[in-house]
């Protein structure tokens, strides 16, 4: 009881209580059922599978944030899906505090999904660069998006993650970072020829597993969407970006005593 109304003083009543707290006092205990409702905040969802998750987790009943590091292509996205904007560019320590102060000053935030990527070794001929043509700089700039911009927001937002009744963080990660599968001969992934890109998704499972261990009271876990069409491949993946979002928003919607420090893709588990 006491812990219940610890969690309600911390929230706003009205925006998040506002479908309801039902007590009733009957002289022997306080009976109290509470519907939270979800905020959500999706970086790099201004289009692609960011975009496509926030219209998922919507229908779902979220409230979402698109987070974009471009202000005025966050603002047309979540125009077109009726929703809220925050400009968000995970390379840049001042974009994120500013939509950290923002959010919570709007009374904070539920789930997080890391979503901001790049692949930065896919030429515009649809070439990836292989480990003769890596330079420090493309692993760099890579890591600076993929790798620092997570941890950066994720720093940034455990303050107001923690808040929350049911914290629940997705990194969107790759079936490319699995380092079983890189090594299993035969299969696409082992024929993946580039380094920067799958280096930084496997670090993103690294993380995942050591905040999940950190942060035992959120559900912390790494999500493969699958081979999906969008910019980031010139659009020559497999899976619609509704088919691709479909997987990020399973684990998005894991409640508290779903899993944690996981790495799940269309077929559930996947091995490092
Ligand atoms: N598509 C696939 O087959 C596939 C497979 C496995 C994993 N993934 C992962 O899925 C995630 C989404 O990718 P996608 O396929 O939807 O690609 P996408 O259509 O290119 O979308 C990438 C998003 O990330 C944003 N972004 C890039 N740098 C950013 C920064 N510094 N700050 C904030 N946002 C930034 C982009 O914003 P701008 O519009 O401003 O560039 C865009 O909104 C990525 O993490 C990717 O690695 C994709």
């Not at 974009?95 to 890391?114: C, M, P, Q, R, T």
């Amino acid at each position: 009881m006491h812990e219940y109304r610890r969690l309600l003083d911390q929230r706003d009543p009205e925006q998040k209580l506002a479908r309801g707290i039902r007590g009733r006092l009957d002289g022997i205990g306080y009976c109290l059922s509470v519907v939270v409702m979800t905020t959500t905040l999706i970086t790099g969802a201004n289009k692609g599978l960011g975009f496509e998750t926030a219209r998922q987790l919507i229908a779902a009943g979220h409230t979402v944030y698109i987070g974009s590091r471009d202000a005025e292509r966050g603002r047309r996205a979540a125009e077109q899906l009726g929703t809220r904007a925050i400009q968000l560019d995970v390379t840049d320590d001042g974009s994120v505090d500013a939509a950290v102060k923002a959010i919570e000053a709007d009374g904070g935030v539920d789930v997080l999904v890391n979503n901001a990527g790049i692949q930065e070794e896919m030429g515009d001929d649809n070439v990836v660069l292989g480990a003769a043509d890596l330079t420090a700089d493309m692993m760099r700039k890579t890591f600076e998006t993929n790798v620092f911009g997570t941890v950066r927001v994720l720093h940034a937002f455990l303050p107001l993650l923690q808040r929350s009744i049911a914290p629940v963080v997705v990194n969107v990660s790759s079936g490319l970072a699995s380092l079983t599968r890189v090594t299993t001969v035969g299969t696409s992934t082992y024929a993946y020829p580039g380094v920067a890109y799958p280096a930084s998704k496997t670090a993103i499972n690294m993380i995942t597993v050591q905040y999940a261990k950190a942060f035992p009271n959120m559900r912390i876990n790494a999500v493969e969407p699958g081979f999906t069409k969008t910019d980031l491949n010139r659009n020559t993946g497999l899976l619609t970006v509704e088919q691709g979002a479909e997987n990020i928003v399973r684990i998005a919607l894991v409640g508290p005593d779903g899993p944690t420090g996981g790495y799940f893709g269309a077929e559930g588990i996947i091995p490092w």
